[in-house]
């Protein structure tokens, strides 16, 4: 929102008349160095900032004790926007002692749509600086405006500059940015696995290719093979093999007449880092604990996060939606009468909320790191090790992955009904503010009321299958852990069989939160089943998964699975952790694996990308959707040994890193090209560099066909599938980062690691 709530006309004060600095003639501002005292007059406030003028600076106090940005508005009217119009936004500012600012150029009247945008937490000693864009509307009421609001005390601001340019060239840096016509993996290729690449080009006739060593030394040669149109790009391709060739080195380059690829490497050793830094991501989002910046690394560390200091509303005595609000999103009134500490848990993704949807599934796979290596590398994993990963519980006899995903546990635990309430037993769907977060900013600067979300059945069992799944890897470790997840996770299955219909509903998004709606939960039901079966051998509990229509219906999709249909994660479990499961039954969940890797095998030959995602419309989040139905390819390597399973993985992860259309890496710092820009409240250097950037190992969301944000609308109206994502903060559709989108990657890189 930037609607300012009041505004006034700055009274020019005396000042010596002062010719102004030469104009150019593209400029908007009348006077962008602030020399004239009577230019000074058009400009306006909300009555909150005392402003005083001197030649060449616009300064003034900033009262304290406001919550939003817009709560303090300096602005200027009078400016107009042209559609598809390049402009320049330029700004010179200093502050004192400091403080926050968002300049925009902006539509001048509701809703204020802002075109153009540059944030910054300002401190001593003058900023200069600039944003480029283009108007996606015309505004013939325009104006640049200052929000300076959210700061509990008072400051000074000084505006020294503020220009707007029209007519501006398309950055030069979107023009280099374009990728090689030689879509390769930029991180590395196995020496005995494929390796291939995509070539761009409209010529059918077969291209000679060239590998090049770091020395420039020719070391492998061949012609190319014509693929014609592929419909996910919307490009004509070729494909470059060049699998023989297994010697390792870095450096590695493809040359093809001029085009010459990202330099790339071929290693065994490729993803033991990559390993590391994916799981090393959820120890940077966790809520509730400090974060220390000698284990997450430089302009990582933080307070912790929502505790109850102020300004922070805080996790730790949260109450239900009001009755008002509960109409809005439920359509009847609901509420409670208690207030639960939920301090604790990894913040989902862009934003502050913490949803037990998301939530039970990143805590599962990651726990299945630990599970896949613990039964699939006869203990020589170090997924298996106390030391792995940077985190404060390293050294306490625990392995890392487990005390990471205790982490998440404790809090989903902490969402239960209690005792004597209605639900009681039931966890809440989610908690998150009650209206959503100012952006960019740290999480324990968030001042929204935080509330608790009515309870649902899909949020109760995704509690009773990371729970249960939870309680047999703790059992080695910590037996009254284990003991309490297990009674907890059988508590909420049965409040969840007590109540099998109380869904999420649709919202428009508008409470502060996702909705995370899910209006079936059989497939929960049959996911929290097979984990309670094969955490205690219960013959009941597989009674209720042979029960259900997912038992040997299908679970696998070739668009993947995620939080809302789970039922290829029970299968999967049950396909390959050692159980009481008779040996028919076992035998034929093994096939079912085994057939749906089959048959992402051939769409996979159909892909001249080389991936497993057969799909022509991409979904929301399709990178973490694309790596699920690896890790159904790679269970499938694991119960048979297949080889050809464990090489088409290996192939489809050429994607994630760099073989694809827009020629991307979209893990963060992997890579020569790859996504930094993603959307976050606090990893936000991209948007203002006092935030700390996106970590390493982070996993962009990637492309989406339905573009559901205003600026993928604006840039990528028409977009092929696969081309249809930016690496922009303000394109959280496309360019999101999520605990449930990393844990699949950590999940991956693992397997991976173990299996060079």
Known sequence: MTHPKAMMGLIALLAAHALSAPVAANEMMPDPAFAQSAVVGEWWATPNIAFDYQAGALCGVVAGGTRDPWDAILGFNGLALSKGERYRMSVTVSADPGGPMRALAQKGVEPWTPEGEITRRLGAGKQSMSTDFTAAESHAKAQMVFQLGGSDESWRFCLHAASLQSGQAPEAEKASATPSAIRVNQVAYFPDGPKRATLVRKDSARAEWKLLSASGETVASGTSKSLGFDASSELVVHSIDFSSYRKSGDGYRLVVGDDTSPPFSISSKAYDALRTDALGYFYKVRSGIEIRE???????????????????????????????????????AWSCGYKLDVAGGWYDAGDFGKYVVNGGIATAQLLAVYERALHQTRGKSPALADGLVRIPEAGNGIPD?????????????????????PYAGMAHHKIHGNRWSASPSLPHRDRELRVLHRPSTAATLNLAAAAAQGARLFAPFDKAYANWLLAGAVEAYRAAEANPALHAPYTDGSFGGGDYQDDDASDEFYWAAAELFLTTGEQVWLDRAKASPHWDGPVFHSTGFDWRSVAALGRLHLASVPSKLPMRDLKAIQSSVRDAAEAQLRDQKKEAFGFMYHNNLFGWGSNHLLIQNMIVVATAYDITGDKRYLQAVR?????????????????????????????????????????????????????????????????????????????DPRSFSTNEIAINWNAPLAWMASFLADTQ
Request: aromatic share 10%; hydrophobic share 35%; with cysteine.
């Open 294 to 332: 000698d284990l997450a690394g430089k302009g990582y560390g933080r307070p912790a996060g929502h505790l109850g200091r102020s300004p922070n509303q805080g996790d730790t005595a949260v109450g239900c939606v009001d009755t008002r609000t509960a109409r809005k999103v439920y359509g009847k």
């Open 401 to 421: 992955v487990l005390d990471e995903a205790r982490w998440e546990l404790n809090f989903l635990m902490a969402m239960r009904v209690p005792e004597g309430e």
């Open 651 to 727: 192939e489809s992860m050429d994607y994630i890193l760099g073989r694809n259309a827009l020629g991307i890496s979209y893990v963060t710092g992997y890579g020569t090209t790859y996504a930094r820009r993603q959307h976050s409240n606090m990893f936000a250097a991209s948007i203002d560099p006092y935030y700390p950037p996106v970590p390493k190992g982070a996993l962009a969301g990637g492309p989406n066909s339905g573009l559901a944000d205003d600026y993928a609308i604006s840039l990528l109206e028409g977009c092929a599938p696969q081309a249809c994502y930016v690496d």
